[in-house]
């Protein structure tokens, strides 16, 4: 079945009791029982809930998983998944993750006895030298926020399950419509979908997607023991998001495109980060990785001062966090997204006080165009 298909129909049975052809909104805390004992499979809502199952069918289908698991936030969900570690064990972390994925190891994880080394995982070779006897994961995103950095996924597990590691990626960037992580060899997929999931700026939530039935019984486990469920109204908007997300995706990548040609030609832009354009050191592997690029695209203005012009000029692109929704999104990481990350790494990493990330939105393209000019104007 193709991907459009399996978004419009994986979890979206009929359901079973009225016929609704859009899955209901079970909003209930607990179910009836005939008797003692005897239920419909439906005991408790923080453990089982309809709406929410449908979701998990939907976006594991979607992945290529056998099993999903919808949680809170994307942060509960990279959370959950960590309780596959334990203390005592090493975890090779991305150097350039989501911050709040680096939080949660530094100032959380390190408390329960988690070692980890942050390690650039673009190169094969970092990522070989960093593991060590107690290595038990190596955790990914590709493409990088927002520097736009591509990691083979297909070496890293390869490498990773000869070292006895899992290997976890963070696919929110991508989506299961142009990365589908687990077809590359990777043991755990995890997503905010409160992106491009999501995709309306209207609800926060993750999502955990695995092949192994022991961690997915783990995962399973923490979600009902920890509780850090996804509502049934949240689940029913990510539901009705991935319905779209195939259209969706094509649009942010054709607009995402575009703008980054735009940008990479106009003489105020020193540098643009798209792993879409053929001067980026990793388009190559994203091209075999990825069936498309996507709408996140980042640009060097030079110093702050210009990044500030732009960001205060334009009128049309919105100033905030987050990313992927409809609506085109401008931030500025070193102050925003990135500000928790100590200056020293982020002048590393090339997150500069002159850079600035815009998610494309699926407006016309000209639109966003005209904005981005006369603000860099
Ligand atoms: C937003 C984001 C997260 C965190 O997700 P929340 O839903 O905000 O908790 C994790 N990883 C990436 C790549 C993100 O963009």
Known sequence: MGFSTTAIHAGNEPDTA????SVPIYQTSTYAQESLGKHKGFEYARTQNPTRSALERNIAALENAKFGYAFASGMS???????????GDHVILGDNTYGGTYRLFAKILVNYGVEFDLVDTSDVNLVEAAFRPNSKMVFVETPTNPVMSVT???????????????????NT????YFQRPIEHGVDIVVHSTTKYLNGHS?????FVALNDEQDAEWIKFVQNSVGAILSPFDSFLVLRGTKT??????AHDR???????????????QKVYYPGLSGHP?????????????GMVSFETGGLDNAKTVLENVKLCTLGESLGGVETLISHPATMTHASVPEETRSKLGITDGLIRISVGIEDVEDIIADLDQALG
């Open 77 to 87: 969900a990279i959370d959950a998944v960590l309780k596959l570690v334990k203390s």
């Open 255 to 269: 607009n995402g495109r575009i703008v980054a040609n735009f940008l990479a030609e106009h003489p105020k832009v």
């Open 282 to 294: 990793q388009h190559e592997l994203a091209s075999r990785q990825q069936s498309g690029f996507g």
């Open 202 to 206: 209207d609800s926060v939530g993750g």
């Open 173 to 176: 960037f991508m989506s299961p």
């Open 245 to 250: 997300l195939a259209i969706r995706m094509e």
């Open 18 to 21: 009225t016929g609704a052809v």
């Open 152 to 170: 083979d996924l297909a070496a890293i597990s390869k490498l990773a399950h000869a070292n006895g590691a899992k290997v976890v990626c963070d």
